[in-house]
């Protein structure tokens, strides 16, 4: 039987590891449907202000 190869764990590069997390956060949908929703709430939201 072929036995399955080690792989060695690496540590991350500290400096490297802040730029990532900043990707993280809350990610929006980027089709016209949705930009036309997130328009339409707005609309809505600002229709119960006032």
């Known amino acids: 039987m072929k036995r399955a190869r080690q792989r060695t764990i690496r540590p991350r590069n500290p400096l490297a590891i802040d730029p990532l997390l900043r990707k993280g956060g809350a990610h929006q ?22």
Not at 29 to 50: L, N, V, W, Y
């Open 29 to 50: 949908r980027k089709d016209k449907r949705a930009s036309r929703a997130r328009q339409k709430a707005a609309s809505r939201r600002r229709g119960d202000e006032s």
